[in-house]
């Protein structure tokens, strides 16, 4: 018996642990992704050494993602992204804003998703 | 592939440990809320088995959130008898002294013949031979012996059932139906 009770505390423990911080993961990793491309949005010439530091950022975080996330959204972003880098490497910056505004879209509609809200439950 | 097999071990020790946790009970023992959460627990096992882009995750935690509930389900079933009725229901008792109880049947959705069949699957044969048939929470027939009765000397058959007049089982036993119901109305 004591046995099933500690068992139950660990199980209720592990849910709340996963539930919380998937939350909490994806809340504050869409978060940074959509002020960053804000601030290199913001630029009349887009930084390309900053553009590479996000995804670099961005490679290292999705690997966590990875454990609630489905890996063909990742990928997804992954792609818009990679063309993004090209778009600024050639100095295209207007396919590099329209890749901009899809990232916008992926962190906005990614975080409504995750989010915990009626709709979402139904 | 790799992924697929070593996820599917990790899903097997998961429900191996979960199922071996809720007790042991065949499937014909469960009750409903058991029975719920086998299905349940057997389609989310294979969403992570199937998908290798699912999380692993997206299996795991609905199975164990599962064996949480029915952990606390179980708890409170064994402090609470309301909620234990609540939730299972309560026998009924189909067979008594003045035979089949219609009226229970219909309330628990079976029929005659499936009551016949339960009864012969515990052995009997005929209605006089069960002094007390009880359906459980769990659907099964429990019954009490007439041990004053005489056993059928040979398998019996039905040949009004919910008052329909079964022609192919009196015509196998060249019964006449208007003799018969004669005979019904003579001894009534």
Redesign the interface.
């Known amino acids: 018996m004591k046995f099933?009770i500690t068992?139950?505390i660990l199980?209720?423990l592990?849910?709340t642990f996963?539930?919380v911080g998937e939350h909490l993961l994806i809340k504050n990793t869409f978060l940074h992704f959509d002020e960053a491309v804000t601030y290199i949005e913001r630029q009349e010439e887009y930084s390309l050494d900053e553009v590479l530091a996000l995804q670099s950022w961005w490679e290292k975080r999705s690997r966590f993602l990875?454990?609630?996330?489905?890996?063909?959204i990742l990928n997804d972003l992954s792609y818009t992204y990679g063309e993004l880098v090209g778009a600024v490497r050639c100095e295209d910056y207007k396919s590099a804003s329209a890749f901009l505004d899809r990232l916008h879209s992926y962190c906005h509609r990614l975080r409504e998703t995750y989010q915990i809200s009626i709709e979402n439950i139904l | 592939m790799l992924t697929v097999l070593i996820r599917t071990f990790l899903i097997f020790v998961l429900l191996i440990f979960g199922i071996r946790l809720m007790g042991k009970r065949t499937i014909g023992e469960l009750q409903p809320y058991e029975f719920v959460i086998t299905l349940a627990v057997a389609d989310l096992a294979c969403l992570p088995l199937q998908d290798v882009s699912v999380p692993i995750l997206y299996g795991v935690v609905p199975i164990v959130a599962l064996f949480v509930i029915h952990y606390l389900i179980t708890l409170f079933s064994v402090k609470s008898i309301r909620f234990r009725k609540f939730l299972n229901g309560k026998p009924f008792i189909v067979i008594d002294g003045d035979g089949i109880n219609y009226e229970c049947c219909k309330k628990l959705n079976i029929s005659i013949n499936d009551l016949l069949e339960l009864i012969r699957q515990q052995g009997y044969f005929s209605i006089p031979e069960i002094s007390f048939g009880i359906i459980e929470t769990n659907g099964k027939l429990s019954v009490m012996k007439n041990d004053t009765a005489v056993p059928p000397s040979s398998v019996p058959m039905t040949i009004i059932v919910e008052g329909k007049f079964l022609n192919d089982n009196a015509s196998s036993l060249s019964i006449d139906k208007q003799k018969l119901l004669a005979f019904l109305q003579k001894n009534t």
Not at chain 1, 66 to 72: D, F, G, I, K, P
């Open positions: 099933k068992l139950l199980s209720v592990f849910l996963i539930c990875e454990l609630t996330v489905s890996v063909q």
